[in-house]
C-alpha cells in the first residue's frame, strides 16, 4: 500500500510526483555527461601569435581525444585550442576535419582517458519527449537546460563555399540554448547524445544536427579522412505533387520538380530538364529534395546511376554519372 507524503505548498500529489521524476531524469542526464562535454577556446594564427577566435562546446567521441562539435565553431583556417573539462583538466586541440555543409566537426585533443558519451539514434525521437541540452561554455561547470522536442524533420539552410545544400531532420526543442553551447549535446532521457547543439532559432526555439545513420557516416568520413565526398548530379528542385495516376502507380504522393539544370552537369548530359518530375534515384523513391541529398554519398561518384522522371505524364529512365561536389 503506497502512501502519499504531506504537501504543505498544496501541489496535487500526482504533479509532485510527475515533478519529481523529471528532476530525477534531468540531474541523471546531466551527471552522465558532465565530464563527457568539453568548453572550447578556439584560436587562429596572428600577427603577435595565436589570438582567440571564438568559444563554443563540444562532445567527446572517444577515449583517446577526438571530439565532436559544431563546424561553425571551429571555421577558419589555422584554427586551434583549448578544451577544458570540468574536472579541471584542460587539452590543446586540433581540426582533424570540418563539414559546413552538415555543420559538424572533428577535433583530436591531446589526451588518453576521456570519457566518451554514448550516441544514440535521433531517428527514433518522438515530437513531445524530452530532451537534455548541456553544453561547456565557460569550463568549469556545465550548463544544463531541460525541455521536449518541438518538431522534426526541420531543414536548415547549409552554405560551404559556392555550395548550398539543407542540412535534413533538424530536431527544433524548446531547451533554451546558451552562448557557448554550439557544439554541445542534446540528449534522450537514456542518457544517449541524439543531437549536436547548432542554432538558436528564435525565442524558446533551438535547433540541433541529429545523430542517426547519415551524420555517423560523416563523422566517420571526418575521423578517417578529415573531409567529405558527396556526389553533385547539377539540378535544383523542389517538392511537387504527384498526379492521381502517378500516385497510385508509385505509392506515394509527391515527388522532385528539376526547376533548374545546370550547363555542363551530369544531369545535363543525362537529359533531364526543367519540369522532369524524379520519382527513383538509383532504384530509391524520391518524394523530396533530402531523398537526392542522402543518396548523392561519395561511393556515387564516377558510378552510373539510373534516374526515373516523369516528363509529360510519360515515364522515362535515364543514367548519369555524378561528380564530386565541390565547395
Request: hydrophobic share 45%; aromatic share 2%.
Amino acid at each position: 500500500m503506497s502512501t502519499v507524503t504531506a504537501n504543505p505548498e498544496g501541489i496535487d500529489p500526482r504533479e509532485a510526483e510527475a515533478l519529481d521524476a523529471y528532476s530525477r531524469i534531468v540531474v541523471s542526464v546531466a551527471e552522465r555527461l558532465a565530464g563527457s562535454v568539453a568548453n572550447l577556446r578556439v584560436t587562429r594564427r596572428g600577427r603577435g601569435g595565436r589570438v582567440p577566435a571564438g568559444a563554443g562546446s563540444g562532445v567527446v567521441l572517444t577515449p583517446d581525444g577526438f571530439l565532436l562539435t559544431s563546424a561553425h565553431v571551429v571555421a577558419g583556417p589555422g584554427r586551434q585550442g583549448k578544451a577544458a573539462f570540468t574536472d579541471g583538466r584542460e587539452f590543446g586541440f586540433d581540426v582533424v576535419g570540418t563539414d559546413a555543409l552538415s555543420d559538424l566537426a572533428v577535433l583530436r585533443a591531446e589526451a588518453t582517458d576521456l570519457v566518451p558519451a554514448s550516441l544514440g539514434d535521433a531517428d527514433a525521437l518522438k515530437v513531445g519527449q524530452l530532451v537534455v541540452a548541456i553544453g561547456n561554455p565557460h569550463g568549469f561547470a556545465g550548463s544544463v537546460t531541460a525541455g521536449v522536442v518541438s518538431a522534426l524533420g526541420r531543414s536548415l539552410p547549409a552554405r560551404a563555399g559556392r555550395a548550398v545544400r539543407f542540412i535534413d531532420n533538424v530536431i527544433q526543442t524548446d531547451a533554451a540554448l546558451n552562448p557557448g553551447n554550439s557544439g554541445g549535446a542534446l540528449v534522450a532521457s537514456a542518457g544517449q547524445v541524439v543531437g549536436v547543439n547548432t542554432a538558436v532559432a528564435g525565442v524558446g526555439l533551438g535547433l540541433a544536427v541529429p545523430i542517426n545513420a547519415a551524420t555517423r557516416r560523416i563523422v566517420g568520413q571526418l575521423m578517417s579522412d578529415g573531409r567529405v565526398r558527396r556526389a553533385y548530379v547539377g539540378i535544383a528542385g523542389g517538392p511537387r505533387p504527384l498526379p492521381p495516376a502517378a500516385r497510385v502507380r508509385y505509392g506515394r504522393t509527391t515527388a522532385v520538380e528539376v526547376v533548374e539544370v545546370a550547363d555542363g552537369s551530369p544531369a545535363e548530359r543525362a537529359g533531364l530538364r526543367a519540369e522532369d518530375l524524379i520519382v527513383e534515384l538509383d532504384g530509391e523513391p524520391v518524394t523530396g529534395v533530402g531523398d537526392v541529398q542522402r543518396l548523392m554519398v561519395g561511393e556515387r561518384i564516377g558510378t552510373l546511376v539510373p534516374i526515373t522522371v516523369l516528363r509529360s505524364g510519360r515515364e522515362l529512365r535515364m543514367e548519369l554519372v555524378p561528380k564530386e561536389l565541390e565547395a
